[in-house]
């Protein structure tokens, strides 16, 4: 089975996306410099983006949840071991913010369309009029989308493998190691940036996903 060291996202229709965590390819320890705990974000901003215009025409300020995110850390061990995982915890907290936000935003959306056609309705009645039967009814079917299962479905939430890494390369496999399968990295301090790979011919393009930049955490 091949796999991926770095994360690709997939983002679907109402921002039913994954992580798809994956490695290519025996191998030698892991550098000493890269040796550590390292941390990423995908923003979800980026993971919903058209997710409201799309689906109800509507423009909206999400800039205060910029920081919302899928967290993911990858630990790699001096003796060649990667332990990559999602941050359930701290992406969970996210959503929920996320969600905060979208609220908020729609909310004030609506009530300033009624506003300016000068209904006598309630926000509730207004949604009705688009088949919501509430507010509330419109917010659970975001919420469903953007939730962690779903933000999550068919990912390893936590996978354990070896690396190999050379001259900027990044070698990630289980058993046997193919080096016409690898990653390109770059290392600046405590910043390490994933920007491409090569081989990985089922997964589309090779520059697909990146860059990915991980931040040494530990």
Known sequence: MKKKLTAVILAAALALSA????????????????????????????LTEGMVEDSLGAT???????????????????????????????????IDH??????????????NEIASEGANVTLDEYLQRYGFESFDELMDIFAEAVSFESMTEGVELEDEYRYTAKDGKMYSYDSIIDTSCYETYDLNGNTLTFTGSVGYEDS???????PIVYVKVD
């Not at 061990?77 to 359930?88: A, L, P, R, Y």
Request: hydrophobic share 35%.
């Open 60 to 94: 909206l300020d999400l800039s205060e949840a910029k920081d919302d995110a899928i967290f993911e850390t990858i630990e790699l061990t001096s003796d060649g071991k990667v332990i990559q995982k999602v941050d359930e915890k701290a992406t969970r907290d996210s």
């Open 204 to 210: 589309g393009s090779e520059d697909e996903g990146y």
């Open 19 to 46: 992580l798809l965590l994956a490695s290519c390819g025996s191998g030698t320890a892991g550098t000493d410099e890269l040796v550590g705990v390292w941390r990423t974000a995908f923003p979800l901003l980026e």
């Open 98 to 111: 996320y969600l905060s936000v979208l609220r908020d935003k729609l909310s004030e959306y609506f009530m």
